[in-house]
């Protein structure tokens, strides 16, 4: 790619680098320059003009970015129609964006001219929201240059880029709260509203809910009872928060055939999450935060399983960076088993 300061004559067939306004001249960025512009750019004085001409082996900016954006996109993922070298991506339905961001690196790696920016990896998104763009950053790249960018993306045929949306698939959640004497029937009201309003953008809703002791025994049995029914997902919002993976919600679950995958997150809000899974169902031990609406890491955890993919130990020890979701000035500190009814229940513990 040629880029120079050109007489006027010598820049027909080359595109303007820069808008070029003047008497009796609209000239846009990147505009074609032919006989016409160029006696006009005459008649208005202009001498010489910055303009850009591809060479052989040149690949044109949106020629190049519907190339690559389609290499991209995965399942569940559409590109739009290029335009001055861009191409952005959106979601073709709604669900969890999954990011090879290894893939994304190379891409970006290959050459400074060729570039791709994406919503962080495991966001929610809905349908028809954007979820990536692809940005040729000159008028036109090297042949060979696109070639190695495509060949980063490790696409193996339509369909198959390092960014897709995986697709809400489970839709029926059971629900099993335990309770303590000092926790307020209306906190658990409360908190199912809040979980359904949740689950309103992707299309799943509660379709079993019960309420048992705050004890090993009893919530092994609901544990057991919601585990016959046809959900998809459990998730228990314990009376008291959990405090180690001796504790009785982790307990309950090993006593009612399941295990615990991971207890814990590096995410504040919600520090004190449990993973786990009953005869291949998969288990939330929600933490005190899951009762506010507020953001916190049951959100990332909910909807990655919601959509399907697995949560599993390493997944959520690789949160931390970005984990830190709002600045805490204080929290009632859950220590001693204390249940979660006091005066800051509604908005929840870690």
Known sequence: MIFATLPVRDAIGALSVHAVKAPGVVLKKGAAIGEAEAAALGAAGIREIVAVRL???DVGEDAAAARLARAAAGEGVRCEAPFTGRVNLFATTPGVFVADAAAVGRINAVDE???IATLPAHAPVVEGEMVATVKIIPYAVPQEALARALAAAGAQGAGSGPLSVAPYIRRRIGVVSTLLPALKPTVVDKTLRVLERRLAPTGARIVAETRTPHAVPDLAGAL???NAQEVELIVVFGASAIADRRDVIPAAIEAAGGRVEHFGMPV???NL???GEIAGRPVIGAPGCARSPRENGFDWVLHRLLAGLAVTRADL???GVGGLLME?????QPRGGEPSAGPHAEEGED
């Open 273 to 275: 999450l449990l993973v």
């Open 317 to 319: 020890t690789g949160m």
């Open 268 to 270: 504040d809000p919600g």
């Open 113 to 115: 001219a060729i570039t």
């Open 55 to 57: 060479e052989p082996g």
């Open 328 to 332: 805490i000035v204080s929290r009632p």
């Open 224 to 226: 057991a009872a919601m």
